[in-house]
């Protein structure tokens, strides 16, 4: 077994890369979307304004998918050299699964991007359409896929173990384990909302700059309608996920809740947890709130206690408390600032009021930090468990020396912040510059006139 601090310093590790991996999928998927639908829209209607948009969107969604797959190829690395013991002990369910995901999503992405990136002006539009839609569907394929492994870890069904190693028993129990039904829909919704509000956002940066306007009104109105319909549903769903995770994973809700005993009917709003003695050193709530929620997620009038839970099955309440209400406090602003757009836009003043354009600019990251938030919740809140019941996270690590453990971090560290630094810089430089002019040809290829109309 490995050391406590060679498994401290891979988990960290592991969540580093994950979350600047999850970073890029959490725009991307969405933005592929978008570009399906506005070029799809500028086919039906040929209004420039649409092709406008596509061609500004597709630049910033290129970089990001470029680098999603670098990370993820990172992360499948990492389970090798950094997790071997779980390579070796869910391979044979796990490695099926992201096989898969390669061979069917990845494999449909890489055969039409290069016609959706560089095909305008060279093929017919219809085969542009196309291949946008398919580099939309292999997105969600691939979240589908990613989401079902995961899935999987949290609630492990249709399996055997033979000789340490998980074999599948039920190949659809194992893809349509019970918490894919929940945790699929609340994910998905997740990162259309997620690309929306980034979308939005620069969108409102425009209109306060009294930049593209044109392009600037179209894709905010475009974005907070998407947002108008998909954030009350992610409200019910996300509710509708924890209620599941409450019945299936008891420990996680308890954690997340920032409660050690159970006769605590408030909603903690700031706790700071003393793991070693089972208490709260401090706790701001809001008194009977807690009951409330306690009832609608496990049908009983009071807010279960981590000491519920055998020690050495807790969580760390300190990260899934603060994941929950990072993830929880910014849906909840997400929620308010698109009702409040649904009605500036029934009042007529949804392209001059310039407060709320500032305040949207603001929210652009908003999505970002509400997924984080709850992939922290939802990862940390499994602990001590890779595989929840079934394989510890201790028993996962590979034989790492410390040093060796601390080095690899401190190269990922490295490499990732400038990664981010430069994706951050080249968004930013994409923005400034703004969308091309409406009768300017992309990368200097003149649209065809055959292209264009045949």
């Known amino acids: 077994?490995?050391?406590?601090?060679?498994?401290?310093?891979?988990?960290?590790?592991?969540?580093?890369?994950?979350?600047?991996?999850?970073?890029?999928?959490?725009?991307?998927?969405?933005?592929?979307?978008?570009?399906?639908?506005?070029?799809?829209?500028?086919?039906?209607?040929?209004?420039?304004?649409?092709?406008?948009?596509?061609?500004?969107?597709?630049?910033?969604?290129?970089?990001g998918f470029g680098l999603g797959v670098v990370a993820g190829t990172v992360m499948?690395?990492?389970?090798?050299?950094?997790?071997?013991?779980?390579?070796?002990?869910?391979?044979?369910?796990?490695?099926?699964?992201?096989?898969?995901?390669?061979?069917?999503?990845?494999?449909?992405?890489?055969?039409?991007?290069?016609?959706?990136?560089?095909?305008?002006g060279r093929v017919r539009p219809r085969t542009m359409a196309f291949a946008s839609w398919m580099v939309a569907f292999g997105t969600l394929l691939s979240t589908t896929w990613i989401l079902s492994a995961n899935s999987w870890m949290q609630d492990p069904a249709g399996f055997t173990k033979v000789a340490g190693q998980f074999q599948a028993r039920d190949w659809w129990q194992v893809l349509f384990n019970p918490a894919f039904s929940y945790r699929f829909p609340h994910m998905l919704l997740a990162v259309l909302i997620s690309a929306a509000w980034f979308v939005g956002g620069i969108a409102a940066w425009y209109l306060v700059r009294q930049r593209s306007l044109a392009f600037a009104r179209r894709t905010l109105s475009l974005a907070?309608?998407?947002?108008?319909?998909?954030?009350?549903?992610?409200?019910?769903?996300?509710?509708?996920?924890?209620?599941?995770?409450?019945?299936?994973?008891?420990?996680?809700?308890?954690?997340?809740?920032?409660?050690?005993?159970?006769?605590?009917?408030?909603?903690?709003?700031?706790?700071?947890?003393?793991?070693?003695?089972?208490?709260?050193?401090?706790?701001?709530?809001?008194?009977?709130?807690?009951?409330?929620?306690?009832?609608?997620?496990?049908?009983?009038?009071?807010?279960?206690g981590l000491l519920q839970t055998p020690p050495d099955q807790r969580p760390n309440m300190w990260s899934a408390f603060y994941g929950f209400r990072a993830m929880y406090f910014t849906a909840l602003t997400m929620f308010a600032m698109a009702f409040a757009g649904l009605v500036l836009r029934l009042r007529?003043?949804?392209?001059?009021?310039?407060?709320?354009?500032?305040?949207?600019?603001?929210?652009?990251?908003?999505?970002?930090?509400?997924?984080?938030?709850?992939?922290?919740?939802?990862?940390?809140?499994?602990?001590?468990?890779?595989?929840?019941?079934?394989?510890?996270?201790?028993?996962?690590?590979?034989?790492?020396?410390?040093?060796?453990?601390?080095?690899?971090?401190?190269?990922f560290v490295a490499v990732y912040a400038v990664l981010v630094a430069v994706w951050v810089r080249y968004i930013v430089r994409a923005v400034k510059a703004g969308p091309e002019a409406l009768d300017s040809p992309t990368a200097g290829h003149p649209i065809l006139p055959e292209a264009v109309h045949g």
């Open 1 to 63: 077994m490995a050391s406590s601090a060679t498994v401290e310093l891979s988990r960290w590790q592991f969540a580093i890369t994950a979350i600047f991996h999850m970073t890029f999928p959490a725009l991307t998927v969405g933005l592929s979307i978008l570009l399906a639908v506005v070029y799809t829209a500028y086919l039906r209607t040929r209004d420039p304004l649409y092709l406008q948009m596509f061609r500004f969107w597709r630049k910033i969604f290129a970089v």
């Open 76 to 120: 499948t690395f990492e389970f090798g050299l950094n997790w071997g013991s779980y390579a070796h002990a869910v391979g044979p369910i796990l490695g099926v699964t992201i096989g898969m995901e390669v061979i069917t999503a990845f494999f449909l992405e890489a055969g039409f991007i290069g016609i959706m990136l560089y095909g305008e």
């Open 348 to 411: 007529g003043r949804l392209f001059t009021a310039r407060r709320f354009h500032r305040l949207l600019v603001w929210m652009t990251p908003a999505g970002l930090i509400a997924i984080t938030g709850g992939w922290i919740t939802a990862e940390t809140g499994r602990q001590p468990w890779v595989v929840y019941g079934q394989l510890r996270t201790s028993d996962a690590v590979s034989q790492l020396s410390t040093t060796e453990a601390a080095l690899s971090l401190a190269g």
């Open 224 to 304: 907070l309608g998407v947002l108008a319909v998909l954030m009350p549903v992610q409200l019910y769903a996300g509710d509708e996920t924890a209620v599941f995770m409450g019945q299936h994973q008891p420990a996680k809700l308890e954690a997340f809740e920032g409660n050690w005993k159970t006769d605590n009917n408030g909603y903690n709003l700031v706790v700071i947890p003393d793991p070693g003695k089972g208490k709260d050193n401090l706790r701001i709530e809001i008194p009977h709130l807690g009951a409330v929620i306690g009832k609608d997620l496990t049908g009983q009038a009071h807010v279960p």
